[in-house]
């Protein structure tokens, strides 16, 4: 079910109760009959207390929504039935009024987004199993249920001014001063909280897109990403010597220290390539790489293949702090390999606001034959929820060089400690997983996007 789906549904619920359609004697009285109903829930007596119908804000819920929205409702009438409010001001015509009215309400947000974090996280895991839209409709309100357990909501505050006009002699409301303030009161801030989400998706699509064009720029001259990442043979990407990439977007900045990788015939016995790129944060603030992918080419400039699931560990670098942009490709079945493989790597460059940061101890890994598994402890020593943080670890043999990464994906609520697990292959298909001989992990992040 996807963040918009659910969004959609948010705000449904609003425009089922904002319609058209008790009038009394003075201002003043309408807007406490509409406020007293709205909060009560009391559609039928909202629709008499407008002078004309209003307009559908958005389009209907789709029918797969239906039921969220129904237990959405019923959980939004108990928080609801906590809304106070006060009329602050009230200026009086012949025959119009304007009525301000100051609402305080019990905020979500809190909540809402907490319940996406873990949402997020059970999805994923239901991905791999093939889960249907009901599946995940059933993980989301479970997970809301849990967050609405946990979780307090904050106070939320809202001023509203309602134009009033006199109708053959009896009072109703025209209009609003802010719906968008009012739809927020009625929902206890659910449907800003997943507004919020959705525009974070949409910045992020459009930071990606001034990524294209840059890349497109770029090919009008010289790939200098291209040329600056080494060459992978059929064997292994040759030692050479280190080359620095500097790519800025207004003072952030990073410097490629070292890289490495190589192509193989992997599980299914196709080619396969799995490179790596190390990266020092040279700027004077928190970076994150975002929208990160890497095309491989062969030597004739010919486009092989592109990795859009490429990992970052850790998600952020402090400044000085160095990091690693890994792929693991399976992309390369029935493409011809002899020419060699150059990867290209591609990605947009952010500060990472809300930098936090989960401390590990107690490493431990084993072997399995299976590949590389993991135990540690974790403690979140900030104050904040950490609702999608991706622990990932990098293995080192006994001469300190690369030869494996993993990830996972977890959640820390502030001063929480916990052990998990997190596991994955080494760099190729048949290395020896016994050449292991220490592990680093990483947990470490921004914690803006929540």
């Known amino acids: 079910m996807e963040i918009k789906s659910v969004r959609v549904a948010a705000v449904s619920i609003y425009i089922a109760l904002f319609l058209a359609g008790c009038g009394t004697g003075n201002p003043e009285d309408v807007v406490k009959t509409f406020s007293d109903a709205m909060i009560s829930y009391d559609t039928a007596t909202m629709k008499t207390c407008y002078a004309e119908e209003q307009e559908e804000l958005i389009e209907d819920p789709a029918e797969e929504d239906e039921e969220i929205t129904k237990e959405m409702i019923e959980y939004l009438k108990e928080t609801s039935a906590k809304t106070t409010y006060k009329i602050t001001n009230s200026e009086k015509g012949e025959k119009t009024a304007t009525i301000t009215v100051k609402y305080n309400y019990d905020d979500i947000t809190p909540i809402v987004k907490d319940a996406l974090g873990n949402y997020m996280v059970k999805a994923l895991a239901a991905a791999f199993t093939g889960g249907d839209d009901s599946e995940y409709e059933e993980i989301f309100m479970t997970c809301f249920n849990e967050s609405a357990e946990s979780k307090e909501p904050d106070d939320g505050d809202a001023e509203i001014k309602f134009s009033c006009v006199l109708v053959d002699k009896v009072w109703k409301i025209k209009e609003v001063s802010d719906k968008d303030a009012l739809e927020n009161v009625m929902t206890c801030n659910l449907a800003a909280a997943f507004s919020d989400i959705e525009n974070a998706f949409a910045s992020a699509g459009s930071s990606g897109a001034d990524m294209d064009k840059k890349d497109a720029d770029d090919s009008n001259g010289s790939n200098d990403k291209k040329k600056d990442a080494k060459g992978l043979d059929t064997e292994d990407l040759s030692s050479g010597n280190k080359e620095e990439l500097t790519e800025s ?68 670098l402090k400044p000085g702090e160095t990091g690693y942009i890994y792929s693991y490709y399976y992309g390369l079945g029935g493409v011809y390999t002899d020419n060699g493989c150059v990867p290209s790597v591609h990605y947009s460059l952010q500060q990472a606001k809300e930098l936090y940061t989960v401390d590990v101890e107690d490493k431990v890994f084993k072997t399995s034959g299976f590949g590389v598994e993991i135990t540690c402890k974790a403690k979140n020593n900030t104050p904040s929820d950490i609702t999608f943080a991706e622990p990932g670890a990098v293995y080192y043999d006994a001469d300190g060089e690369v030869v494996g990464f993993c990830y996972g994906v977890e959640s820390f609520s502030p001063g929480q400690e916990k052990t998990f697990n997190i596991s994955g292959s080494m760099l190729t298909y048949g290395m020896d997983e016994k050449i292991v001989d220490s592990v680093e992990v990483f947990i470490q992040g921004d914690n803006s996007f929540w």
């Not at 990788?261 to 790596?276: A, L, Q, R």
Request: charged share 20%; net charge negative; proline share 6%.
């Open 249 to 316: 977007i207004p003072q952030l900045s990073v410097e490629l220290v070292d890289n490495g990788g190589t192509i193989f015939n992997g599980y299914s016995g196709d080619p396969t390539v799995s490179c790596w790129f190390k990266y020092k944060n040279t700027s004077d603030a928190p970076v994150k790489f975002e929208e990160v992918y890497i095309d491989y080419y062969d030597s004739n400039e010919k486009l092989m293949g592109s990795d859009q699931n490429c990992q970052c560990i850790p998600e952020a």
